[in-house]
Nanobody
Framework: QVQLVESGGGLVQAGGSLRLSCAAS????????MGWFRQAPGKEREFVAD???????TTYADSVKGRFTISRDNGNTVYLQMNSLKPEDTAVYFC?????????????????WGQGTQVTVSS
């Protein structure tokens, strides 16, 4: 089993920044690509960002490109640095482990999910 725990969410004003963390425990983490998704109230969960197994390749949704940065350390943590936040970024943010070898923005490509952390951006 793999456990993923997100942290770092909170309330921030528009234009501000937050850094989310996703800590993994259980089975080996480093060999898997990881992703961030988010779900706003009344909307479906959507892809935000993905990072490859060793961090060489990152992919972003158009809505966050240039504002968010996904990264990972040499241990068991993945980060999402969020700058220039907008009210429309308000959502619960989830990290997940990707099992597919190739990049994918679809949920079915990810097997383990964290419980989510709330991000609220006020105008």
């Amino acid at each position: 089993q793999v456990q993923l725990v997100e942290s770092g969410g909170g309330l921030v004003q528009a234009g501000g920044s937050l850094r989310l963390s996703c800590a993994a425990s259980g089975r080996t983490f480093g060999v898997y690509a990881m992703g961030w998704f988010r779900q706003a109230p009344g909307k479906e969960r959507e892809f935000v960002a993905d990072i490859s197994r060793f961090g060489r390749t990152t992919t972003y949704a158009d809505s966050v490109k240039g504002r968010f940065t996904i990264s990972r350390d040499n241990g068991n943590t993945v980060y999402l640095q969020m700058n220039s936040l907008k009210p429309e970024d308000t959502a619960v943010y989830f990290c997940a482990r990707r099992t597919s070898g190739a990049y994918s923005s679809t949920e079915v490509a990810y097997d383990y999910w964290g419980q989510g952390t709330q991000v609220t951006v006020s105008s």
